[in-house]
């Protein structure tokens, strides 16, 4: 698998949100072929032109249109995303909002072939693969168990984390393109999940969301989205949010890690939350799950699970 790839598909998704179109030209071959979503019925973009044809339609149509990496997967010369774009049509002030999967194709760093389409089967089916096909059986996995210290600090690489924000982003981004399986990708995986949940139970949040992306998105528990309480903002301030959120409400909160996932762009940490209910002082333990998405070294998306066979469901996996 190529972790290039999924970079230089990140990397055309950034250079259109920021309008740069001779950065998206620089990553496509020479013969592109490409049929984008607002084209579809029109067939599609042939070469470096056709690229341009395609810009031009695109942001006369839609001059404020944005795209959210939701998931990106590594297929090796194949990279397969789920997108969000959101915003106005021309003239108008009634807000849009499409989900949409985008298979590339690459060769020599290059985009040669790119499709968008409405659902996950399709995109999966113009590359010849099905949803069961991404299962369990077809994923690289490294599991690892970990153990948090009972007591931490802020350690140097933490405070320098915190201090320059987006230091560590470039560095970690490498490590991401060596294979799971590899010891070195491994030691660093571990090393920073241990980090990020002993900076969580000391209560020093702004190291551990240091690796946060500054637009994730984070989805709660299913449990607790039912609720009905408010939704949670983008970004790493969110996610402190949600963090607080869940002292208030239960009180004493301390996480124990047991055990990690390295899927390539993903990764699943398995946990105890134990601690001490706010109210009725009655000692508590339940599963927990964290399934992260990482794109650039950063992480991009967080959803949150209280129970182990939920998270594994939503990677495609199974016990």
Request: charged share 25%; aromatic share 8%.
């Amino acid at each position: 698998m190529s972790q290039e790839n999924v970079a230089r598909h990140q990397e055309a998704i950034d250079a259109f949100n920021a309008r740069d179109f001779a950065a998206l030209l620089a990553l496509m071959d020479d013969e592109v072929d490409a049929v984008g979503w607002v084209a579809a019925i029109e067939g599609s973009y042939q070469c470096h032109q056709g690229i341009r044809s395609w810009w031009d339609d695109l942001v006369d149509a839609f001059p404020d249109w944005r795209i959210e990496v939701r998931e990106l997967r590594d297929l090796g010369d194949v990279t397969v995303s789920k997108l969000r774009a959101y915003g106005h049509g021309a003239g108008s002030d009634i807000p849009m909002e499409i989900t949409v999967w985008q298979v590339a194709r690459w060769r020599g760093g290059k985009c040669v072939w790119w499709r968008s389409f409405q659902s996950e089967a399709e995109a999966l089916e113009a590359v010849g693969l099905t949803e069961q096909a991404m299962s369990q059986e077809n994923v690289e996995i490294v599991r690892q168990s970990i153990a948090v210290s009972p007591r931490s600090r802020r350690r140097l690489v933490e405070r320098l984390a915190v201090g320059v924000p987006g230091l560590f982003a470039p560095i970690a981004a490498l490590v991401f393109r060596l294979p799971p399986k590899s010891r070195v990708r491994q030691a660093i995986v571990r090393h920073v999940v241990l980090l990020g949940f002993e900076a969580v139970n000391r209560d020093d949040l702004q190291a551990a969301f240091a690796l946060y992306d500054s637009n994730i998105e984070v989805v709660e528990p299913p449990s607790v989205a039912k609720l009905g309480l408010t939704p949670v903002p983008r970004g790493r301030e969110g996610r402190i949010h949600v963090q607080r959120r869940w002292h208030a409400e239960w009180g004493e909160v301390r996480m124990e890690p047991y055990e990690v996932l390295d899927l390539g762009e993903r990764v699943v940490v398995f946990s105890r939350m134990k601690g001490t209910g706010l109210i009725s002082e009655a000692p508590f333990e339940s599963d927990c799950a964290n399934v992260i998405t990482l794109s650039a070294g950063r992480v991009i998306r967080e959803e949150i699970f209280l129970d182990r066979t939920e998270a594994l469901e939503a990677v495609g996996l199974a016990e």
